[in-house]
């Protein structure tokens, strides 16, 4: 494996920490040293990158080799979390993410991570929680996904007050968020601001590809506007693109 794929990996997933630290009885922080780093590292990012592959049983291989190396480091918890998620054991999957921000709260990347998991397993009200836990660290470079998330999160709970909130956050920070523009003019349709809900269609269409809810949203919003035009342009669109969805369906059906 070449150093750059291996860089690429780590940074794709989680962030690499040699050190962990947590708390005892509300003290200073207790600093715990690896036994070997520098092997339960590269274990890490071996695990990785067999995960990426697919090769799910030598990636455990090595993730474990790597907590028995050094069973505080972090990034290992995070990373073989990931892992069990994947394969669908959710007890594990939830007590190596708990291992991982125990150990440092500041690691946004297992924060996101375990709060993708948590809003999985329907955990609403505690993923947000930990979504906004990882926009704290403020060297975090993905706050904007993260309150996307949170966005996504609350208004599965229902919450579309606290949704909106979190989704205008995160194009705040990054007005080419997709999902978000998508999800705000849901929302503003929802709200019969039929005009707002336009603008964050026409801005999805210039950061994304057209996805059959979309599309979905952008006849509904036209057909408020009694624009014949634009629905029939968007239902055309869908039909071509989308013939089998249940969105081309409902459009069929004239059900929008």
Known sequence: MTNRVSKRIVVALISLWLVGCTTAGGGRPITYIAPDPKAADINVQLGLSYMQRGNYEIALEKLEKALQQNPNLPSAHNAIALLFQRLGESDKAEKHFKESVLRDPRYSEAQNNYGVFLCEQ????AAVQRFLEATK???????????ENAGTCANRIPDQTLAEHYFLQALQLNPHLSKSLLQMAKLRFLNVEYEQALSYIQRYQQV???????????????NKLNDQDAVSSYALLLRGKFPDSDEA???KRGEY
């Open 137 to 147: 660290n403020p060297l975090y470079e993905s706050k904007a996904q993260a309150l």
């Open 208 to 222: 994304a590809n057209w996805v059959p809810s979309a599309l979905y949203t952008a006849i509904q919003i036209g």
């Open 249 to 251: 369906q409902l459009v």
């Open 122 to 125: 329907k955990h609403y009200e």
